[in-house]
């Protein structure tokens, strides 16, 4: 007797793929869409490299191809002028293009729920306090990497990375950035981590079926 293949995250990896492609055509900046889409390439082989090894949970998969979308679409128009942004701009009456902020309220939403699963199986941690301290921890520290990135990006191709930065004339932009990202892992910890708690146990219970299969075969 075998486990049946789990086929959800070759459906996500494939709409991920067609996703990656049709973002790239008649993209505004090729140059910007490579930066910004650069997590995604990344990100992906790592996923198909371990996943035998190491899977994760469902909302796991599914969260990171979230990003790796909302990354896709920040690539094709550029951060600045995404049509949904535009849209929520005129309507709200705001000063910019927020789809920058939905960026960062992901890049702390979808890390925190990244980092909890590798804490919770990798260490000793629990669920409960110091775990979501540390998980918001990993989550500020990814984000100010990201805004590193983006400053040697700057200093890299200077006036041409104005796109990719993504500012709109905001001198607080960086702040804005890693605030959203700490809203986006608080919220995140707040509304998934009891969904999270359940999919590692019934992912626990798979592995440990499939290694009692496999000594019993032997």
Request: charged residues 20%; without cysteine.
């Given at each position: 007797m075998t486990t049946p293949p789990r086929r959800e995250p070759v459906i996500l990896l494939a709409v991920g793929l067609v996703a990656l492609v049709v973002s790239a055509i008649g993209a505004a900046s090729l140059g910007t869409w490579f930066m910004e889409v650069l997590a995604a390439l990344i990100a992906a082989p790592i996923l198909v490299l371990t996943y035998r090894r190491f899977p994760l949970t469902p909302v796991v998969y599914r969260l990171i191809l979230a990003q790796a979308l909302i990354l896709m679409i920040g690539g094709h128009w550029t951060y600045a002028e995404v049509p949904a942004g535009d849209w929520v701009r005129d309507a709200l009456g705001l000063a910019r293009n927020p789809y920058d902020r939905l960026g960062h309220l992901a890049q702390g939403f979808v890390p925190a729920i990244i980092a909890r699963e590798i804490l919770l199986r990798r260490t000793p941690l629990r669920p409960g306090g110091w775990l979501s301290a540390l998980v918001l921890c990993v989550v500020m520290a990814v984000s100010a990497t990201w805004e590193l990135f983006e400053?040697?990006?700057?200093?890299?191709?200077?006036?041409?990375?104005?796109?990719?930065?993504?500012?709109?004339?905001?001198?607080?932009?960086?702040?804005?950035?890693?605030?959203?990202?700490?809203?986006g892992a608080i919220?995140?910890?707040?509304?998934?981590?009891?969904?999270?708690?359940?999919?590692?146990?019934?992912?626990?219970?798979?592995?440990?079926?499939?290694?009692a299969s496999r000594s019993g075969t032997q």
């Open positions: 400053w040697v990006a700057a200093l890299i191709g200077g006036s041409s990375a104005d796109d990719f930065l993504g500012t709109q004339g905001d001198v607080w932009d960086t702040q804005w950035d890693m605030a959203m990202a700490a809203v919220v995140s910890l707040l509304l998934l981590s009891r969904l999270h708690d359940r999919q590692l146990l019934d992912l626990g219970r798979r592995d440990a079926w499939i290694r």
